[in-house]
């Protein structure tokens, strides 16, 4: 803030200004709505919009990013906490900003340790397939609302959509009506303006409507009384086992928020490139946001895409446009809580479902299953085991399977044979080019992957596979290592082996290409001493070169060293008249 502060002009005041107000009108009633969804009274999701939305103003390094209440960590709240307190009680309100809390200090410690890139544990279709799985989740817990209808709590996302289904004939029609309208209206305006307050304008319109024609009499429900004023200091209480209890909900909000987040603001940096977005400091800002928010009685704020293309689309410039939307939440608990009495759940529940729908992701299902079906897997074990089970066992199968995923491709990753393209000095696979110039003499060989104790009996089994292909067995295996960018102690073990093995049947084993940090490992390990310097070269028309002059001038092994120890293109010469 300091740093926007130095240059600041009038221009971009108007510009945040219009921004900011945009965004307020629009917050208004989400954060009511997103309160309703986490299971808090509406007034704490007006609480989260004010005090977490200044902090961040001054500490996030984002221009573009709107926090606030958000539907997943809104849906995350309620179904972490929901097993521990009932909701909309004061013992639930107090887990939640207890929870708030520590997803805070968790946040602070991470950044100050520089730990944001811990977050990259939770692969992108993880992420999607979570989501997606979310958004059907709130999807089915705003039925009631919609439908006025009463559903059992306690059923599963599914259990509640086949109960709903058997039961139709129970929906309330005048709720169903006022759903129905605010669903159209919202949908059109969506995609006409998206930064039109069309929650706003149907708030003051079902206010008075439900005023005038009394709604609550007539059986559809209304919010009821919000407390107006602004909050006050609140020190949240915490014991061992109640912490214990809240962790694995802490961890989760912690990791999702800070990604969807960070991933939200990094598109608009990359949009706009005038600014740069710091993860760290991020992680620094949202967490205290949500700790000096606790003590205001906030909820959690996280970042919302949403709010956050219309805060761009208003033509924000800085942070200031942030500080303007909390304004805009403090005239509101000042000034228009009163009026929110009547306005109809129906509508809340019509918002969210709108603000939710782009959450289902359709078109990245379709894009990993084209690119990669490993990742469609991914995302769609992901999905159905959140809806089957719960969020928390969902997330944790993704991240396990990805992971096993990762090991599979990496236990077994791309080996090639290089032949050489016809009239000129490029070395490329095989496979891709049939055409290319091979000889009998040599088999040059590419491995991909770092090599290590998951894939190394594979990298061996593999330079076997590829000499027994050969009608004649080579004199020379060249391995081109440019692509091996690490290497522990079993892969040094199985290349020692091979080297040996390789010696012993007569073959020479030539290394092209290899990088520093490996080279270092060998060095240590003894390894080079063994191979030699001639044996090591910096690209494969130098191997060539040497087993070409090797075979019309060598006689002896040790003809050979002594030969080619002196040649410019050995790695030791070339090092030395490098540096």
Do not use: C
Not at 305 to 311: E, K, L, Q, V, W
Not at 482 to 509: C, F, M, P, Q, W
């Amino acid at each position: 803030m300091l740093e926007t502060l130095k240059n600041y002009s009038k221009d971009l005041a108007k510009n945040d200004a219009v921004a900011g107000f945009t965004v307020g009108v629009i917050l208004i009633p989400q954060a009511i709505a997103y309160a309703f969804l986490a299971g808090i009274p509406p007034i704490y999701g007006l609480y989260s919009s004010l005090i977490p939305l200044l902090i961040y103003a001054f500490l996030g390094t984002s221009r573009h990013l709107s926090i606030g209440p958000v539907a997943v960590t809104s849906i995350l709240l309620m179904t972490g906490i929901s097993s521990l307190a009932a909701p909309f009680t004061n013992h639930f309100v107090a887990l939640v900003l207890l929870t708030g809390l520590l997803v805070g200090i968790l946040q602070i410690l991470m950044g100050a340790l520089r730990m944001g890139f811990l977050v990259s544990v939770i692969a992108q279709p993880v992420i999607s397939g979570f989501i997606s799985a979310a958004a059907f989740i709130i999807i089915a817990s705003q039925l009631n609302a919609v439908l006025g209808m009463q559903i059992p709590s306690g059923m599963s996302t599914f259990s509640a959509v086949i109960y709903v289904l058997k039961n139709n004939s129970n929906a309330h029609l005048p709720t169903l009506l006022i759903s129905a309208i605010s669903l159209f209206f919202l949908i059109v305006m969506r995609q006409i303006k998206k930064s039109f307050p069309t929650a706003i304008v149907l708030l003051v319109l079902f206010v008075a409507i439900s005023y005038y024609q009394n709604f609550s009499a007539k059986g559809i429900e209304i919010i009821g009384k919000i407390p107006d004023g602004l909050p006050s200091f609140y020190w949240p209480k915490m014991d061992w086992i109640t912490l214990k209890q809240l962790m694995p909900t802490v961890f989760i909000l912690t990791v999702i928020g800070y990604i969807g987040s960070i991933g939200i603001a990094k598109s608009f940096q990359m949009k706009h490139r005038n600014y740069t977005v710091n993860p760290n400091q991020e992680l620094i800002a949202l967490g205290f946001s949500k700790v000096i928010g606790t003590f205001f009685q906030g909820n959690l704020a996280s970042g919302s895409y949403s709010r956050s293309a219309i805060n761009e689309d208003a033509g924000a410039k800085t942070q200031v446009s942030t500080i303007i939307t909390a304004f805009i939440i403090l005239m509101a608990l000042l000034f228009l809580t009163p009026l929110l009495f009547y306005l109809p759940k129906a509508v809340l529940a019509s918002i969210i479902l709108v603000s939710v729908f782009s959450l289902i992701k359709v078109k990245e299902a379709k894009r990993y299953f084209k690119v990669r079906f490993d990742d469609f897997v991914i995302m769609l074990v992901t999905f159905i085991v959140t809806l089957g089970y719960s969020i928390e066992v969902g997330i944790l199968v993704g991240v396990l399977l990805s992971f096993i995923f990762l090991q599979y491709r990496s236990a077994k990753p791309h080996i090639a044979e290089l032949v050489k393209i016809p009239e000129t000095n490029y070395y490329r696979n095989l496979n891709r080019f049939p055409n290319g110039i091979s000889n009998p003499n040599y088999l040059i060989i590419r491995f991909d992957d770092q090599l290590y104790f998951g894939n190394a009996d594979y990298f061996k089994e593999s330079i076997y596979r590829l000499m027994e292909k050969r009608s004649v067995t080579p004199k020379y295996i060249i391995l081109h290592a440019t692509n091996i960018h690490a290497i522990d102690s079993s892969g040094l073990h199985t290349l020692e082996d091979l080297y040996r093995e390789l010696t012993e049947k007569n073959i020479e084993v030539l290394f092209s290409g290899m990088i520093g940090p490996v080279r270092d490992i060998l060095t240590r390990s003894g390894f080079i001493e063994t191979l030699g310097a001639a044996r090591q070269f910096m690209n494969i028309n130098d191997t060539i070169q040497y087993i070409d002059e090797s075979n019309d001038t060598v006689t002896n092994d040790k003809a050979l060293t002594m030969q080619f120890n002196e040649r410019k293109f050995s790695l030791l010469n070339w090092l030395k008249k490098k540096f």
